[in-house]
């Protein structure tokens, strides 16, 4: 018995990594941050990812080849409604940067922007994957 009772101890530490990283959000850069980490620390505040989960944001699961102003039910301002944008990487990348460059009057405030080039990136890839 106490044979078999090591033997689960050990089984356990060998398979833990793999079940960790099976139930991660998002595989680790380099860094050993995940993209959802990333999005947590610059944008959770405000926003979701998941499907459906408005907030003070609109949700931005699926914001990848959306049009501005689209999520329905999310009460966006005048100038983001009447945006000619469509959320593409590049577009996701200026507006991270600087979101009154993209879309004046926007109500971001007082989100001025991540100038950090690989945060903007991770959080751009993480948007890209439509995580659930």
Not at 69 to 90: C, H, I, L, Q, R
Not at 123 to 132: A, G, H, M, R, Y
């Amino acid at each position: 018995m106490r044979i078999l009772l090591i033997g689960l101890g050990v089984l356990s530490f060998a398979f833990a990594p793999a079940a960790f990283a099976a139930d991660s959000e998002i595989a680790n850069d380099a860094t050993g941050t995940s993209g959802a980490a990333v999005f947590n620390n610059n944008c959770r505040t405000c926003h979701s990812w998941k499907k459906d989960d408005n907030r003070l944001g609109p949700s931005l699961h699926g914001v990848v080849g959306r049009k501005a102003g689209a999520v329905e039910g999310f009460n966006y301002s005048p100038a983001m409604k009447e945006a000619n944008v469509t959320w593409d990487e590049g577009t996701l990348d200026k507006f991270i940067t600087n979101p009154e460059s993209v879309v004046p009057n926007n109500s971001m405030k007082p989100f001025t922007g991540i100038s950090d080039i690989k945060t903007r990136k991770d959080i751009v890839d993480f948007l890209k994957s439509n995580p659930d």
